[in-house]
């Protein structure tokens, strides 16, 4: 990269902006000298052909709001830039991109472990900005920098939420209005399990049986999985006596969305 002032904060993005990007950003630019952003939407970490196809994107909106946001840097290569003719190279991430995600997305852990070392490398941040909402991906590229000797330090941020409890996120552009309504029933099921656990209750198995009831209640919900899982590994619990995970992927017609809540 350029000489450019020092430290630098990057946060990587698939574009189609909104204020959950927009917090990244901010923190970004408060805690750096330099602001970066990449928007990348990476063929290689979609498992499905459509959702890569239809994944919405508008550059001349997304770097409106990037300078709207004081950004200083934005890469936005074209996909020849990031994989020329003759690319050869996946990076494989072991135990923590196994389950959840990585099961019921197979080969979408590799895509997202290859791009990030390589925007990693490509820009060479003191630190880079990742959302909560996606919490094994930040598992996933904590372990790869670690491992890799990255020297970029990985910041997770809260998730930012709809008035209502819908985590943001670019695929809500999909949801029908009917659907839209329904949405929030994840952040439902999770905050009941939530209260069943503070409450007292332990059984990983009650807890999940909490948040398939909440999203049951819900006709327009098909749930592809839910999940209470160890808090480091990502393994599922039978009793919950340490930090774990609550999290859920659940389809909404051809729209599949996730979020989670931690249990310290
Ligand atoms: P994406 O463009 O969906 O790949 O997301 C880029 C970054 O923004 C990732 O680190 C996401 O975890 C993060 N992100 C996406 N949605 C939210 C949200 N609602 N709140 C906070 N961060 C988010």
Known sequence: MVAVARPVGVVPTMGWLHDGHRALMARARVGNATSVVTIFVNPRQFNEAADYTRYPRDE????????????????????????????????????????LEGAARPGHFEGV????????????????????????????????ARDLAIPTEVIACPTVREPDGLALSSRN????????????????????AHARWRSGER?????????????????????????????????????????????????????????????P
Not at 62 to 90: H, K, M, N, Q, S
Not at 116 to 139: C, H, P, S, T, W
Not at 174 to 184: G, I, K, Q, T, V
Request: hydrophobic residues 50%; contains cysteine.
């Open 203 to 263: 059984s990983a198995e009650a807890l999940r049986a909490v948040m398939r009831g909440t999203l049951a209640a819900e006709p327009l919900a098909r749930v592809d999985y839910v999940s209470v899982a160890d808090g480091a590994t990502l393994a599922e619990l039978d009793q919950v006596d340490g930090p774990a995970l609550l999290s859920l992927a659940v389809r909404f017609g051809e729209t599949r969305l996730i979020d989670n809540e931690p249990l």
């Open 173 to 192: 552009v999909h949801l029908s209005p009917p659907e839209r309504a329904a949405a929030p029933a994840l952040r439902r099921a999770l905050l009941a």
């Open 60 to 99: 001349p909106r997304d770097l409106a709001i990037c300078e709207e946001e004081g950004v200083d840097l934005v890469w936005a290569p074209p996909v020849e830039e990031v994989y020329p003719a003759g690319f050869d190279t996946t990076v494989v991430v072991g135990a923590v991109a196994q389950p």
């Open 113 to 144: 472990a290859t791009v990030v070392a390589i925007l990693f490398n490509v820009v060479r941040a003191e630190r880079a900005y990742f959302g909560q909402k996606d919490a094994q991906q930040v598992m996933v590229i904590r372990q790869m």
